[in-house]
């Protein structure tokens, strides 16, 4: 069982940035594809990010693209989702999923972390 923890949200004003930070208990981290998803409140939870084993990257929504950098640090079993010139459309809990590359039915979510953002 791998267990994800994000960390980082919290209360920005409009035009700021946040980093967030999802860290895995596994020895085999280099080995899972991680993405960020959001869910806004009463909307449905959206895909955000994805970064491949290899570090190719990928940003799935318009309104963040050039905004929201996705990066992977394997030595430390953590991906990180930067966020800058937040927008209070970003508002949602953010939550990252690792999914193994070999075996993509092993899919892994963690809590969630919170991220407000006040206009």
């Known amino acids: 069982q791998v267990q994800l923890v994000e960390s980082g949200g919290g209360l920005v004003q409009a035009g700021g940035s946040l980093g967030l930070s999802c860290t895995a208990s596994?020895?085999?981290?280099?080995?899972?594809?991680i993405r960020w998803f959001r869910q806004a409140p009463g909307k449905e939870r959206e895909f955000v990010a994805s970064?491949?084993?290899?570090?190719?990257?990928?940003i799935d929504v318009d309104s963040v693209r050039g905004r929201f950098t996705i990066s992977r640090d394997n030595a430390r079993n953590t991906v990180y989702l930067q966020m800058n010139s937040l927008e209070p459309e970003d508002t949602a809990v953010y939550y990252c999923?690792?999914?193994?590359?070999?075996?993509?039915?092993?899919?892994?979510w963690g809590q969630g972390t919170r991220v407000t953002v006040s206009s």
């Open positions: 970064i491949s084993v290899s570090g190719a990257t990928t």
């Open positions: 596994t020895r085999t981290f280099s080995q899972y594809t």
């Open positions: 999923a690792a999914q193994h590359t070999t075996f993509p039915g092993i899919n892994y």
